[in-house]
């Protein structure tokens, strides 16, 4: 029996570096299959809690405010933030395309040093919470801490 092409069939799957938009550095931050490393703009401390209620009419987002940095060598080009063990917020230098929906999660180099942000479903990089546990971390700015794994078509 003949085998009909089917284009449907044979399209090719759409990866993160297709609709990850802003990298810094692409020999860096893209590998290989595809996959997408997302870098540490910003770090915030949780100021004032939020609120949630069960019907959502009051809702109120936490008040933050920007965590301090500093530069270790005074001929450092960038900066670093020492957080210790907490709860902390992480803003990315990289977007996302119109209409993606992508499978973010922690990088292992930032679990293995006693930290981790969640793993989400998203279709917007808006900041995330960082964990930080232990006797904390030093972290630089522009620092690869998540990746992009997979869009979800």
């Known amino acids: 029996m003949p085998t009909f092409f089917s284009a449907a069939r044979h399209q090719r799957r759409?990866?993160?570096?297709?609709?990850?938009?802003?990298?810094?550095?692409?020999?860096?931050?893209?590998?290989?299959?595809?996959?997408v490393d997302l870098t540490v703009a910003s770090i915030?401390?949780?100021?004032?809690?939020?609120?949630?209620?069960?019907?959502?009419?009051?809702?109120?987002?936490?008040?933050?405010?920007p965590h301090q940095r500093h530069f270790r060598n005074p001929d450092d080009d960038?900066?670093?933030w020492?957080?210790?063990?907490?709860?902390?917020?992480?803003?990315?230098n990289e977007t996302l395309a119109a209409d993606a929906t992508v499978l973010v999660q922690p990088r292992a180099a930032v679990l293995e040093r006693g930290?981790?942000?969640?793993?989400?479903?998203?279709?917007?990089?808006?900041?995330?919470?960082?964990?930080?546990?232990?006797?904390?971390?030093?972290?630089?700015e522009n620092a690869r801490v998540a990746t992009v794994v997979a869009v979800i078509e």
Not at 19 to 29: A, K, N, R, S, Y
């Open 14 to 35: 759409m990866e993160p570096s297709d609709v990850v938009e802003d990298w810094l550095h692409d020999e860096t931050q893209v590998h290989e299959d595809g996959r």
């Open 82 to 92: 020492t957080l210790d063990n907490g709860q902390y917020r992480c803003s990315f």
């Open 115 to 140: 930290a981790t942000l969640p793993t989400v479903r998203t279709d917007a990089l808006d900041p995330l919470p960082i964990s930080v546990g232990g006797a904390g971390l030093h972290l630089k």
């Open 44 to 65: 915030e401390e949780i100021a004032e809690p939020g609120r949630i209620d069960f019907g959502g009419g009051e809702l109120d987002p936490a008040r933050t405010a």
């Open 78 to 80: 960038y900066q670093w």
